[in-house]
């Protein structure tokens, strides 16, 4: 019998169970028929995390009609990040009512009752079906991260309303299109004024009323708390630019800003506010207008300003002239005084031939000077060309990046060492392709490939085969399919291609965006990225229907055995009803939240001293069972991949004496003791090391169940 057969099923909102917590007792996931038992609060102590951080997956099965999943925040200690799955870019059919609305139900109850769900992701999907719950329930949630973005329609005033009450926030991202309500910066406002804890703040839109922004502008200046603040977009008034300038300027607590230059008098105002600042560390302009004034005011910035350690100037509006070469001038000489920037991020079309051969004597000089990025494109080859040999003849390459190389009519800087990454896709020739190819081999810098194949063409798909089963370095690899030359082909083009991914060991990124694929030829990537045990992260988008379909089920079969790949995007739209495509997406999903969660509990061990049996048992597994993890746990925990081996083996050795083990799992709370025995026969207390030892080698912490004090909601 159906558990769900007695709920109620003629109301249409999302919210309609929101306050009946009886709703959630006894029913059956949507999918595997399990029933679920949700009666308790959040059982979260200071060394233990949540009880429901053991049944992710039974949680994420509800959560997932209402496009949301439960996740670990890696290094928090049990710590629950509740994130939207309706942004990926995967259209799939409509649930039933009765399954959103426990969805739905169970998120308010997440939110409201457990104070372990420290972040939070909202979409236009949950504010399109749900707002009112959100509404309802933000108010008693203990979120320190909260993301919301609003694409295709308004911010209502009640979620407004709301922001001002998230008082335990550390972290704040609000995107959204077309024209801010008036009550959005007061909101913002009311929480800068009573939040203890807001460090971070994130916005990209347009135009905030001007008296709020002014008001919101005051209040940030006032606070002394904030320390990362963006802004993208046209959000603050060229109205406001005063106040703007004012807060930059003397904004007591902000160490880093990043913000996207909508005009020149706003920018003008932003680089003022900058140039006397004593704060800032890092300043990030991601699109420079590049007016004369603003050109000379970061030239003081640069000259002037002994407390920024982080430049980036990402693109430029204008097209640099010989009159903007005369105006860029004043970076040289500004950096030539600099002794405080340690990274340093241009364009290189700010400067001409000459000016880059100043720039390599002025970096030679400069040891703080630690990074230069020059960011490259495909507008001017003979410009990039000399500023690559000057600084690689110059003997500072190895303090130069300049990204990804755009190869068009010829691969000439192919060689050059400064490039991390190449791109091929667009009107790139095929035998500049199949030539870039053949020689990335010898070219152990790149590290990313970009590359566009035409459907059928044998000779790009098996330079592209020979590379990708040789290389030792390539971790990126993007691939997408363009109309063929020539219909009358064979499979040997595609077969190649996935071959290779079956004998490589270095990629850690895949991509794949195809077009009318055959459903056999998209099944076999399916099963190459089954197979790998070193890719971490798969997108796959298809425009075709029932390729993407066949790719999801075929991926969906082995998903479960595949312990290393910790992310997925899939992209497209799936036409099977509904339970069957959702079905097989969310065994794709978890299996992959599975994977990053047993990372995310282990990375916290480098936190702290104490034995905590979670990241512990965490980091077990990952040691013994998928110590192909070590490397991405490294990361993970800050830590270096030459070190990570042996800080792992130096905590779990605290946990190989038989007291330690059975300390740790609950067993006892000091010692082993057993009673003695009539007959004389050895116990458990009995056993040397060497043996202890030898048993332990077939043991893991989380062998011993975890027993959870339950308390029912009051």
């Not at 640069?302 to 990402?314: A, D, F, K």
Request: charged residues 25%; hydrophobic residues 40%; glycine residues 6%.
């Amino acid at each position: 019998m159906d558990g769900n057969a007695d709920l109620p099923l003629d109301e249409g909102a999302l919210t309609s169970y929101v306050g009946q917590c009886a709703d959630l007792e006894g029913i059956t996931g949507c999918f595997t028929a399990a029933v679920f038992k949700y009666r308790c609060s959040c059982s979260e102590t200071h060394d233990r995390p949540c009880h429901i951080v053991r049944h992710l997956a039974a949680f994420n099965e509800v959560l997932f009609s209402a496009r949301m999943q439960l996740r670990e925040i890696p290094g928090a200690r049990g710590q629950l990040a509740l994130v939207s799955v309706a942004d990926s870019g995967m259209h799939l059919p409509e649930p039933q009512d009765f399954h959103s609305e426990l969805g739905a139900s169970l998120m308010h109850r997440l939110l409201k009752f457990h104070q372990c769900i420290a972040a939070l992701s909202v979409t236009p999907f949950h504010f399109e079906k749900c707002a009112s719950l959100l509404c309802d329930v933000l108010p008693y949630s203990r979120l320190k991260k909260l993301r919301l973005q609003f694409w295709r329609s308004p911010i209502r005033e009640s979620i407004c309303a709301t922001i001002a009450s998230l008082t335990s926030l550390e972290e704040l991202e609000c995107s959204f299109f077309g024209v801010c309500c008036a009550e959005f910066p007061t909101a913002l406002a009311a929480l800068v004024r009573t939040s203890p804890s807001l460090v971070v703040l994130g916005l990209r839109g347009t135009s905030m009323e001007e008296h709020a922004t002014n008001n919101l502008l005051s209040c940030l200046m006032q606070s002394g708390i904030l320390k990362e603040l963006t802004d993208r977009g046209s959000l603050i008034p060229e109205t406001c630019r005063e106040e703007l300038r004012k807060y930059l300027m003397f904004a007591p607590s902000l160490t880093s800003f990043t913000f996207t230059a909508d005009s020149e008098k706003t920018e003008t105002a932003v680089l003022e506010g900058i140039l006397y600042n004593k704060t800032l560390s890092k300043v990030v302009i991601t699109t420079f207008t590049g007016g004369i004034e603003s050109i000379q005011l970061v030239a003081r910035i640069i000259g002037e300003n002994t407390v920024i350690s982080s430049l980036v100037v990402l693109s430029i509006y204008e097209d640099v002239s010989v009159i903007h070469n005369a105006a860029y001038d004043t970076w040289l000489e500004a950096l030539g005084k600099n002794e405080a920037l340690q990274e340093l991020s241009i364009p290189y079309q700010i400067w001409n031939p000459q000016q880059w051969i100043r720039f390599h004597d002025i970096l030679s000089s400069k040891h703080h000077l630690k990074k230069v990025y020059v960011f490259s494109d495909s507008t001017n080859h003979n410009l990039l060309t000399h500023v690559c040999h000057t600084l690689e003849d110059s003997g500072v390459h190895d303090k130069v990046s300049c990204g990804v190389y755009f190869a068009e009519h010829n691969i000439d800087l192919l060689k050059c060492k400064m490039f991390s990454g190449l791109f091929l896709v667009g009107d790139v020739h095929e035998h500049v392709k199949t030539a870039a190819l053949l020689q990335l081999p010898e070219c152990g810098h790149v590290t990313s490939l970009v590359l566009e194949i035409p459907r059928g063409n044998l000779a790009v798909s098996s330079a592209l085969a020979e590379f990708v089963q040789s290389t030792s370095v390539l971790r990126k690899l993007e691939v997408s399919t363009g109309l063929a030359d020539d219909f009358d082909f064979s499979d040997e083009w595609w077969r190649v291609i996935v071959e290779s991914l079956a004998r490589n060991n270095s990629i850690k990124e895949l991509a794949f965006y195809v077009d009318s694929m055959s459903d056999r030829d998209v099944e076999s990537i399916a099963d190459a990225v089954n197979a790998s045990r070193n890719i971490r992260k798969l997108t796959f988008g298809d425009s075709t229907v029932t390729s993407l379909r066949a790719f999801v089920s075929r991926l969906s079969l082995g998903i479960t055995d595949n312990h290393t790949l910790l992310d997925i995007v899939l992209e497209g739209r799936l036409d099977q009803g509904w339970p069957d495509a959702s079905k097989k997406v969310f065994a794709i999903y978890e299996a992959t939240r599975r994977n990053m969660g047993l990372l995310a509990a282990a990375a916290a061990f480098t936190k702290t001293t104490e034995l905590d049996r979670y990241s512990s048992a965490a980091l077990e597994r990952i040691c013994k069972l998928h110590a192909e993890l070590l490397e991405d746990l490294a990361e993970l925990a800050d830590v270096s991949a030459a070190e990570i081996g042996g800080l792992a083996r130096g905590h779990l050795k605290r946990t190989a004496s038989l007291d330690e083990y059975m300390r740790i799992t609950g067993v006892v709370k000091e010692r082993v003791g057993c009673h003695p025995r009539g007959d004389g026969h050895m116990q458990l207390d009995d056993l040397n090391e060497d043996c202890w030892e030898l048993v332990r080698r077939y043991l893991l912490l989380d062998d011993v169940e975890e027993a959870v004090a339950l308390t029912e909601f009051r």
